[in-house]
């Protein structure tokens, strides 16, 4: 669609903040990433309704994005609706009966420290994810042993036609970085976590030594999107690359990290072909030295 049309079709449209032909690099972590043409900020959920029906009537693509943690956008960015679900939908709630609810734009960190603070246990791993709760559905989030699905109980979706639907933890059919939304692409608007009792202090301790060991294994001070690859069955991405020799690689701005090798850091204005090329490069050099193929984690959208 023409972005004249696009205009007519979003003129006067009740759907939050709408912004035109906004870098995406202003909104991931690796500060990479082409224009949206439209990048649409909704306040509640009737936006979310209405932008979806509103997509699907006219024939016009749309995609979801919280704190651009998992995300490279290609350099010639996302055509059609990009939508962003961050702090402007971030309530929180804590229940008698131990569960935290979060619409889909509240940080995964704010979410589980809410949660240790009211002594409730379970999302202490997800202190050191830096994407919205949205995100980390998505994409079933997770680290130091503990993911997503352990812990969710349900998430409200925005289906194609406008309508929620709740889905259970079953219906998302959770695995290893994964969750049907991949597949089936929908809108999450609030996500209800089940917890169990815990005590803060030790929450805290543990969160703390967690904190500590991220700051020195992981390059924190540079513009990164944690790890690029998802670890083969049975090794770590890690590691195969660290033993290709290929720490510090650069190409153009992007430089495979001297810390982590399974993670690129945007060392000098880094475009997204930079990256797609390291990935090429780590990709060829992995199969080559040890005949597996690693898959990237990072979810990598729109026009090259
Ligand atoms: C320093 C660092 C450390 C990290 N450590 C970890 C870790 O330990 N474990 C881990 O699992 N990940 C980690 N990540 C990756 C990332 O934080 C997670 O994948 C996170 O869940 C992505 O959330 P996001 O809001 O940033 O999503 P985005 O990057 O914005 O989007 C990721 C995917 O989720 C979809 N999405 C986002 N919001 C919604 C929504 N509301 N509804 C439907 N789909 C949606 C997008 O369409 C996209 O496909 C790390 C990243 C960084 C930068």
Excluded at 282 to 292: L, S
């Amino acid at each position: 669609m023409k972005s004249k049309d696009l205009q007519a079709v979003f003129h006067g449209l009740d759907v939050g903040e709408i912004k035109w032909d906004e870098p995406l690099s202003k909104h991931t972590t690796w500060k990479i990433g082409g224009p949206a043409d439209i990048l649409v900020t909704p306040r509640k959920v009737e936006h979310l309704q209405l932008l979806a029906k509103t997509c699907n009537q006219n024939g016009i693509p749309w995609y979801v994005i919280g704190r651009g943690s998992n995300l490279l956008v290609r350099d010639g960015g996302i055509r059609g609706v990009v939508i962003k679900l961050a702090d402007n939908f971030s309530e929180i709630s804590v229940t008698d009966d131990r569960q935290v609810i979060a619409q889909a734009g509240r940080s995964y960190v704010s979410a589980a420290n809410t949660a240790i603070r009211n002594g409730l246990e379970g999302l202490e791993f997800a202190t050191g994810i830096p994407g919205t709760v949205g995100g980390a559905v998505m994409m079933n989030a997770g680290a130091h042993g503990g993911e997503t699905k352990d812990v969710l109980l349900r998430a409200d979706i925005v289906e194609k036609d406008g309508t929620i639907q709740t889905l259970h933890n079953q219906d998302l059919q959770f695995a290893y970085r994964y969750s049907i939304l991949k597949d089936h692409p929908r809108i999450v608007v609030r996500a209800t976590f089940q917890l169990r009792q815990g005590n803060t202090e030790e929450m805290q301790e543990k969160v703390r030594a967690w904190k500590k060991r991220r700051q020195t294994t992981q390059p924190l001070q540079l513009p990164n999107c944690g790890s690029v690859f998802r670890n083969p069955e049975g090794t770590h991405a890690g590691y195969l690359i660290e033993q290709s020799g290929l720490k510090g690689k650069t190409i153009g701005g992007a430089q495979i990290s001297d810390l982590h090798a399974n993670f690129i850091v945007n060392v000098n204005k880094a475009t997204a072909s930079d990256v797609l090329a390291l990935i090429e490069l780590v990709q060829t050099i992995i199969q080559k030295n040890f005949g597996m193929t690693l898959i990237p984690e990072v979810r990598i959208v729109g026009e090259g």
